[in-house]
């Protein structure tokens, strides 16, 4: 996925696991990008053992409490991520998360105004 070519666009949904699910937001589409991964049992555990211990440069990525995060979002009973970034980095933190945790996120699509 090139998260480059997002910056700017408008997304309009986005096709996870074969089912479309509108989406407005950047945002929007990490969250439920997300959600959807942390449905798997394997990969939510994975993310649940990443709390508190996965950082970007300087702050926390994955938390148990939305205190810990400038502008949590959350995902999970006690599970908080970060979204206090531009889209692009946003993006790219999402596809770090699920390679990280090893989600195959290759058959997703993501559909923008032209």
């Known amino acids: 996925m090139n998260t480059g070519a997002m910056k700017g666009r408008k997304p309009i949904s986005v096709c996870l696991d074969g089912e479309e699910v509108p989406c407005a937001t950047w945002r929007g589409i990490f969250e439920k990008s997300l959600k959807e991964c942390n ?58 998360i699920f390679t990280y945790i090893g989600y195959d996120y290759k058959s997703m699509r993501v559909t923008v105004r032209a």
Do not use: F
Request: overall charge positive; aromatic content about 6%.
């Open 39 to 96: 449905k798997i049992p394997e990969k939510h555990n994975e993310l649940m053992r990443l709390r508190n211990q996965y950082y970007g440069r300087k702050r926390l990525l994955l938390a148990d409490s939305k205190n810990e995060l400038r502008s949590p979002l959350e995902i999970d009973k006690d599970l908080y991520v970060e979204t206090h970034y531009d889209t692009q980095t946003l993006m790219n933190l999402l596809l770090r």
